[in-house]
């Protein structure tokens, strides 16, 4: 028997037993001959201790041992006299009677420990290793929880787990597909799926009323650091359902899971349509653990893009013209920071090189200081008074001893550089606790979006989203101003998931390909087969799929990224640095699939 309990397993209860474990060597070490060992398995370390005066056979062969060799060790279990309470096992300590090598190792790249002194694409090569690392086992175990909980919430509420294949027809959900060469059918091919979107519509129009799948998705885009070409949704839909249902149904989901694995009673979901979103935090996923809510000094609202550009409509600006900056650009709004007045020049200049940075792209950053005594001081003392500057100061309820920081410039990127600095000053004053959880329904988003490059509108969400009834004369002639059935959840700054509505029918779904501008043939080709089911008594549905990874991380309150929770992640490249892939492939394989 190679062992009788876990590395984790014993206590001083224990105590004269005679047991068999077996692990890795964890630690070594040696006090003069007497040596200690840390054998380590998933469940816990346990120390091992070979006394030459116990057996002096047994002390030699253990000082041959190396980090990370496999054992097998028979002894008794004993009271430590130096007992380590920072471990479930540290009362107790095995006198050890047999030694079995399993296997040796060789020496490992980098060390396994909590903190490894091993860079990224060390770990990434050596996956195997760095996932015997305390944290990473925690999380992948951590994650098999959260799919338990899950899936017994799922089940109780009557959905049904249904597969969906792999190698489809490209549906396009706002990604690249990663294709597939058909050895059979030479010069065509699958396209693997960006989600099993139109699959679960269509076992909706069979039926099956109540489906979800934990299941993987393929994107091919441009990786950031919290993206993986192939991640995991909670994928679900519902039929008979409108929107309220659906929300419901899913924060009950939400809030299951985090009192399960994390002992949480998550409050009732607060919603915020997409408009406000964008307006007092310039992102469709705010971060509502702080307010620091965008003042507006100027905002105009675009016109829709598909006419005159969209100028200053509704345009407002509360202090006199002289600033040039202000006075020409679309919009100015700022953030006031709660007792930031006693920055330094360093400090100030640290953020406006923050905006300034290439991806935020802001010309600059004004700001204004309330200071203890009453009076301002500003970046822009020249061109406002003491007066002026106090009423803009009362405009963002700022105090003494506040700091407030406004941006100006063209709507999308200034909302865009003061959402990100927010998010800062939010870091900045510890205001984003990763152990605060504020969930958050994001509604009524636009039904499309405009491509600059291509001239043409693309869904937002994706293209079997429906729109609310009162707009639907809109989506001819005014499309920008459609709003869609759409949903986002949202925790902490990052959308865990989104779903929406369905359309159901054959005519709206060509409206809304033909809002795409796609012809009928286009369509057709692309999408006959849906729009051929929606003929046959489709019933109205909706529903949403969740980013699992990500809920893992942020059920975790990791938060740092997907990767800890994949266990067999690609780096930025899309690179699987373990396997070397992706990888050329052989003539004859090429040939075979006519490439
Ligand atoms: N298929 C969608 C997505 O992957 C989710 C949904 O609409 O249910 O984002």
């Known amino acids: 028997m190679y062992r009788t309990h876990t590395c984790g397993e014993l206590r001083l209860e224990h105590a004269g037993n005679t ?9 070594i070490r040696d006090f003069g001959g007497m040596n200690f060992i840390d054998l380590r398995d998933r469940y816990g370390i346990t120390q091992l201790v070979f006394n030459p005066e116990h057996n002096d056979a047994l002390a030699q062969s253990a000082s041959q041992l190396g980090r990370e060799f496999v054992i097998a060790v028979k002894g008794k279990v004993v009271e430590r006299s130096n007992k380590n309470l920072q471990i479930p096992t540290g009362e107790i300590e095995i006198i050890v009677d047999e030694l079995n090598v399993l296997n040796a190792s060789i020496t490992p790249p980098f060390t396994i420990e909590d903190d490894t002194d091993g860079g990224d694409d060390l770990r990434m090569k050596y996956r195997y290793l760095d996932l015997r690392r305390n944290p990473l086992q925690q999380n992948l175990l951590k994650r098999h929880e959260v799919a338990k909980a899950v ?26 597909d990663f294709v597939v060469p058909s050895r059979l059918n030479p010069g065509q091919f699958y396209a693997l799926p ?44 519902m039929a008979f359902v409108e929107r309220e ?46 307010a620091m809510k965008f003042v507006a000094l100027r905002e105009s609202t675009p016109l829709s893009l598909g006419e005159g550009q969209g100028v200053r409509k509704n345009s407002v600006m ?47 950053l004004v700001y204004i200081k309330c200071n203890a005594d009453g009076t301002f001081k500003s970046s822009v003392d020249k061109f406002y008074s003491q007066e002026d500057l106090k009423n803009i100061a009362e405009k963002f309820s700022a105090k003494a001893g506040d700091l407030i920081l406004i941006l100006a410039g063209e709507t999308a990127r200034t909302r865009k550089a003061l959402s990100e600095l927010r998010l800062e000053m939010g870091n900045r004053l510890g205001l984003r606790s990763k152990e605060e959880f504020k969930p958050l329904w994001v509604l009524d988003f ?48 990052v959308e865990l998931g989104g779903g929406s509505i369905r359309i159901h029918n054959r005519k709206n779904q060509e409206r ?21 089911a929606f003929e046959y008594g489709t ?28 266990a067999f992640p690609k780096n930025n490249m899309g690179r699987d640095m373990m396997l070397d892939a992706p990888s050329d492939i052989d003539e004859k394989q090429k040939k075979e699939l006519g490439l």
């Not at 047991?19 to 630690?27: C, D, E, F, I, S």
């Not at 499309?448 to 009162?470: G, Q, V, Y």
Request: charge should be negative; proline fraction near 5%; aromatic fraction near 14%.
């Open 19 to 27: 047991v068999t474990l077996a692990g890795w060597v964890h630690r």
């Open 151 to 176: 899936r017994a919430y799922m089940d109780a509420q009557g959905f049904a787990d249904v597969e969906t294949p792999f190698f489809i027809k490209s549906t396009p959900e706002g990604a690249r």
């Open 194 to 237: 960006q989600s099993p979107q139109t699959f679960k519509q269509l076992l909706m129009v069979s039926g099956f009323d109540r489906y979800y799948q934990i299941v993987r998705c393929f994107r091919d885009e441009d990786l950031r650091a919290d993206r993986q070409p192939e991640f995991t949704q909670i994928d679900c839909e």
């Open 245 to 290: 249902d659906v929300l419901q149904m899913f924060e009950g989901l939400v809030k299951n899971v985090f009192k399960k694995v994390k002992g949480i009673e998550l409050p009732e979901f607060p919603r915020m349509s997409y408009d406000d979103a964008m307006l007092f935090y310039g992102n469709d996923k705010p971060d509502i653990r702080f």
């Open 318 to 364: 509360i202090f006199p013209t002289g600033f040039k900056v202000f006075d020409d650009a679309e919009t100015v709004i700022g953030i006031c920071a709660t007792g930031c007045a006693e920055y330094s020049r360093k400090q100030l200049d640290e953020l406006t090189e923050f905006v300034k940075r290439p991806q935020l792209g802001a010309n600059g």
């Open 446 to 493: 636009p039904l499309l979006e405009f491509d600059e490059e291509e001239k043409r509108w693309n869904a937002m969400h994706h293209p079997f989203t429906s729109w609310r009834k009162e707009d639907d004369a809109l989506l001819e002639t005014d499309p920008g101003k459609v709003k869609a059935n759409a949903y986002d959840i949202v925790m902490n700054g």
């Open 512 to 532: 809304m390909f033909s809002a795409l501008g796609m012809s009928k043939e286009q369509y057709d080709y692309k999408f006959g087969f849906i729009l051929n």
């Open 539 to 566: 019933p109205p549905h909706g529903g949403i799929a969740f980013g699992f990874d990500r809920f893992c991380s942020m059920v975790t309150a990791n938060q740092e990224g997907i990767r800890d929770f994949i």
